[in-house]
């Protein structure tokens, strides 16, 4: 069963730090894994793509890596802002033959940025 | 240049009621998907339209159906309506068969069943 593991559920930082979020997965045949921010009462945002061959990808202050040997990635936010509060998903798609990928979410990680 | 937009934006309906949630995509866009999102949790696969056909389906019973209309637009479909529908419910639009390029997703409707 195809399967997609955040952690921590939730953390608090401070405003400035740093913090990494963790993503674990078990989805078979990977095609790429993607990290979303979503804003409480908003839809999902794209921060990063990275397929097999990708192990680390920017956005700002966002950095994802991906190691698809241990099928495990994770989500970096570097000298976090108060905008940084949000919800952040792990999804991993799967490559279906006929209908395209079929995609996973994981359950979030709940970011708190406190000043 | 419209992203995805979803209407209403808010609803309440009474258990066994029937309701029709709808979803314009990104302009470009020929893909809808449709996700349900309980609080606290990631959103879960309803199904996925192209071409005006159901092309996918998540673990979701038949009480959920959809139709794409051809200006791709789509609506979500929910009958006989549980307490347990309550939720989140996201559209999102992509551009098949690019399988690398991201969901755009709207805003939701947040359902109420009471």
């Known amino acids: 069963k195809n399967q997609v593991e955040q952690s921590p559920q939730s953390l608090i930082i401070l405003e400035g730090k740093n913090c990494t979020l963790q993503c674990n997965y078990t989805v078979s045949p990977f095609s790429n894994l993607r990290w979303y921010k979503q804003d409480t009462g908003r839809g999902p945002v794209s921060l990063t793509i990275?397929?097999?061959?990708?192990n680390t990808k920017s956005n700002g202050r966002y950095t994802a890596t991906l190691d698809a040997d241990t099928k495990q990635s994770s989500l970096h936010i570097t000298a976090s802002q108060l905008s940084d509060s949000a919800s952040y998903i792990c999804?991993?798609?799967?490559?279906?033959?006929?209908?395209?990928?079929?995609?996973?979410f994981g359950g979030g990680t709940r970011v708190l940025v406190k000043p | 240049d419209a992203g995805v937009t979803q209407s209403p934006t808010h609803l309440i309906k009474t258990r066994g009621q029937q309701v029709t949630l709808r979803c314009s995509p990104k302009s470009g866009h020929d893909t809808v998907s449709w996700y349900q999102q309980a609080l606290g949790q990631g959103p879960q696969f309803i199904f996925q339209y192209y071409e005006e056909e159901e092309r996918q389906r998540g673990n979701f019973p038949d009480r959920f159906s959809g139709h794409q209309f051809p200006n791709y637009s789509s609506e979500l479909n929910v009958n006989a309506l549980l307490l347990g529908d309550s939720a989140l419910y996201l559209c999102a639009s992509s551009l098949v068969p690019a399988e690398n390029s991201p969901l755009h997703f709207g805003n939701g409707t947040r359902l109420t069943v009471t």
């Open positions: 999804v991993v798609s799967a490559r279906i033959k006929a209908a395209g990928n079929k995609l996973t």
């Open positions: 990275m397929t097999f061959s990708e």
